[in-house]
């Protein structure tokens, strides 16, 4: 790429701008996956605090990844801003070079760290031991379960046999998904060994016990799906409104309609010192909780501006559709479509970290690579389901409607509103299934607590050691 326009792909500008999109794709997963739970000993923010430490490294944590999350926005802030004007006015080379320079002063910041920091000793493919588990329980399905479970094979006994169990936190057994217990039954009848066994034929209580805790997880997993793709529309949809609206400033400037996610930006940017100096200290007050509000309490929050910014959004898009059809009625100001933007922005702040709370406490410890898995999921089959629903959608009210149905290709022969109130109503059915799984849900703290557990943390190695 040049100065001016991107090349047609027939050339070797084509082929460069191709892997530099793919580069950057990878670079991007790589800083999302590995900076925030490390796989890789040079990386894992969260593995740089002891989760033991409650009222200490914990809480820091907890106020790490809200600032985290503020310098992520803030860049995102001044990529649609700064470097939109510097590619547009100046020459796409100086915003590619300024975005090169400011990764390589970053890395080697973060190089710089690298003798001080921690990595935690990794313990296997938690996908590998879902897959072990669930293996082992069906090939003994036909095997009585103890009535006593401290009768299953779990760490104790496989140290006693010379395994190795470290890395695992002994977690108390429950009463749901029995079926899985199954796979710690030693079968005696076909004269088992501990020493010999396959993981495939033989996991720990814990083990067992790890991947039930993932199954408890999920309702949550699910019904934050749904955020994601009302965040979505804000960069589709409500674009496509801007470009129907009055864009233009005192002095004629003309607003750039892709440029309005600078109110998205700008409301997570608000949010996050909000919530972390003003509101944290308030609902310690009045909960006794030290981090504030519990991550599911945040996603609730979160969740509940998503709806209020759907409905907002149906009133703004009817009024202007009903501006747009009177000839004399001017078209209304774009920043009639702050207040989704804002709304959206905020309830982003507040689900985004308090999904990531959530998993990062709450996956097992011999699993904690897979909570940002986890929680990432949530946001690509958020952007998914919102293509799918689109696609309904328009299927089935363009079949014989004129214009296109409610999602026509020009917005003032469709029913947009219509499509946000369908957003914002199944955003309320999954609110309500939402509460009714956080409500169920009993924190693994708590649960080693009742267990008379200590929580542990993993062992830490420093890498510069």
Known sequence: YGDGVAGDGGGGEGADGRVGLQGEAGGEGGHRRVGLRGDDPRGGASDQFDESDVDGERKKMMRFFNWFYFFVSLGALLAVTVLVYVQDNVGRRWGYGICAAGILAGLAVFLSGTRRYRFKKLVGSPLTQVAAVTAAAWSKRSLPLPSDPDMLYDVDDAAAAGHDVKGKQRMPHSKECRFLDHAAIIDRSAAESPATASKWRLCTRTDVEEVKQVVRMLPIWATTIMFWTIHAQMTTFAVAQAELMDRRLAGGFLIPAGSL???????????VPFYDRLVVPVARRATANPHGLTPLQRVFVGLSLSIAGMAVAAAVERHRATASASAAAAAPTVFLLMPQFLLVGAGEAFTYMGQLDFFLRECPKGMKTMST????????????????LVTIVHKVTGHGARGGGWLADNLDDGRLDYFYWLLAVISAINLVLFTVAARGYVYKEKRLADAGIELADEETIAVGH
Not at 261 to 271: C, K, M, N, Q, Y
């Open 373 to 388: 898995g986890l929680f990432l999921s949530t946001c690509a089959i958020g952007f998914f389901f919102s293509t799918l």
């Open 261 to 271: 996610t600078v109110f998205l930006i700008a409301s997570i940017l608000l949010t």
